[in-house]
């Protein structure tokens, strides 16, 4: 497998997603402020005066400090929501697709029963149930995103199941462990790095949009959907209290979807996968 | 040294199966009876052709026989022992000492495992050494004609014909007591064919193997086969020594399927 690294959604989609990594990593290098620290003093200064260099906000907490813990909360609960869903979903999917029968009957309800809510009423109604946390986000978050992995990994393996090789695998007596871990796993990680890159996008629009409504993580931490949320009153006279959260966003969405789709054109350019 | 028993007879009895379809909830289910009462007897060192046309249940049986698929009824017995029948758990596919060699040369082998681990795949699910492993499949690609620098290459490096030879060592390395090949040439060319089915009846006289040669090809019948069942209609309609059958067909599809060959 060759990857092309000179395409420019690549080094466009790296670029962009490296910028945001090295702010989430090493952004307290950059400045001098905590993320919390008020100073009503130097309240709404704009970009680039008496130190900030994204200004700061209506408490006069520094916008680039809080932009970095914002940044660390989106990239890690994204993270944690594409690796657990993943797993879970194409555990279950290949699972589905391998054995059919019973386990596949169950598993599929399941699935469509999930699939029937609204994704964001029901990470609502998680986080209202159980109180807003950092594994409150990640739970209710993933508990829809397994889905797309699953179904994908099952189709997969319904195709696998029926090849030469993993039918002779099973007369030379290869159980359902051996099978799975040598045949079918192996051949569903691609689509699942794809599935995943355009799910870790999505993932961070809906952590900012729960923040954003005041329901994701504990307030007292920075995110950018609450730096939105209450930058938009301000919008009119302090345009950056808003605007640098919603370029944090943006950039790194753009950069996963950049990133997805360059992947899957590396996979395979005439494959459309419309999952999520 | 590959070994095999040179010794066991396979007797199958009346095997029969169904496969039932679903047509959703309310609908009737739909049947297949693919095989209905199958019996034939194989001797050891003895290459047994199937002959029938497409769904005649010819690759039902290679199934059963592997364990691939369930039967319904009907017994099987090699040297002795019983692999299924009434009144018993059948015995799991890689006890039975048969192994099998699939139609597509092309999607019988993972391209992402390299060749030398294919073959030893089941060595490897058995638990065998990673350095006796080595030695047996260098043996083993010898024996089919490959060389032992194979074993580190990948799958997309072989041509169909190769690719077939390794799906034969691959089934050979369990030391089988009967291999079953079904269509085994027949998404080969015509020449590669040759070489394949000429290797067959070398390994037959080298290592005394048994072989079912599952096909739909009556020049390939009588090139390979000591013996022939023709099927049809998931029923053996005709049984015996090759010659007796093509030259003298008794039964009335024989006729047609032997008439219908053309000759140059």
Redesign the interface.
Known sequence: MKFDFLNLKFIIGAFLLGFVLFLALFGNLITPFTANKQSLMDSLLPPLSGGHILGTDHLGRDILARMISGARVSLAIAASVVVISGVVGVIVGALSGYLRGTWDLVTQKIVESFWAFPPILLAIAILAFFGQSLTNVILALTIQRWIPYSRMSRAQAMVLRS???V?????????LA?VMR??IL??LMASAIIVGTFSMATAILAEASLSFLGLGVPPQIATWGGMLAEGRSYITRAWWLAVMPGVGIFITVLSLNLLGDWLRDQYDPKKTLNLI | MIQTSQTATMSARDVCKTFHRSNGWFAKPSETRALQGVSFDVEPKEIFGIVGESGCGKSTLARVL???ENQDSGSLSLGGRKLFGPGMADV????RG???V???PY????P??QVGE?IA??LA??GMARSEREDRVAETLSLVGLSPDAAQKHPFQFSGGQRQRI?IA?ALV?EPEFLVADEAVSALDISVQMQILNMLLDLRDRIGLSIIFITHDISVVEYLCDTVMVMYGGKAVERGKTADVLDNPQDSYTQTLISSVPRL
């Open positions: 090849l030469a090789y039918e002779s695998s099973r007369v030379m007596g290869g159980g051996w040598r045949h192996p051949n | 592997v364990g691939l799991p596919p890689v006890k048969i192994q099998m699939f139609q597509d999607a019988s082998l993972n992402r495992m294919a795949e089941g699910i058995s799906c691959r369990m």
